[in-house]
């Protein structure tokens, strides 16, 4: 199973992204799905969060500003994220529960897209 992460890149204060996360490989299903990011010298923290039904979560960093989707039948998880700020510079890293067969289920991380957010 592999998660590609994309659509990080640079972008001045104000302005918008839309990341991409899409899951392949031997899949029989797609639990949560997430979004994290990882500033330099920080740790890595959670951005937000959807079930498969649809439930979302977000940090309060980023409330307002940011919307996670999905789209189960291309096993892709989206990150809109509005108003940027420099305090969002950071690789983001996608996550998902996959299940790869009856009882075999795991979280699977991509290999994160950095996102640099100019003054």
């Known amino acids: 199973v592999q998660l590609q992460a994309s659509g990080g890149g640079l972008v001045q204060a104000g302005g918008s992204l839309r990341l991409s996360c899409a899951a392949s490989?031997?899949?029989?299903?797609?639990?949560?799905m997430a979004w994290y990011r990882q500033a330099p010298g920080k740790q890595r923290e959670l951005v937000a969060s959807?079930?498969?039904?649809?439930?979302?979560n977000y940090a309060d960093s980023v409330k307002g500003r940011v919307t996670i989707s999905r789209d189960n039948a291309k096993n892709t998880v989206y990150l809109q994220m509005n108003s940027l700020k420099p305090e969002d510079t950071a690789v983001y890293y996608c996550?998902?529960?996959?299940?790869?067969?009856?009882?075999?289920?795991?979280?699977?991380w991509g290999q994160g897209t950095l996102v640099t957010v100019s003054s």
């Open positions: 490989g031997r899949i029989f299903s797609i639990g949560d």
């Open positions: 996550k998902g529960f996959v299940g790869i067969g009856i009882g075999n289920v795991g979280n699977y």
């Open positions: 959807i079930t498969r039904g649809g439930s979302t």
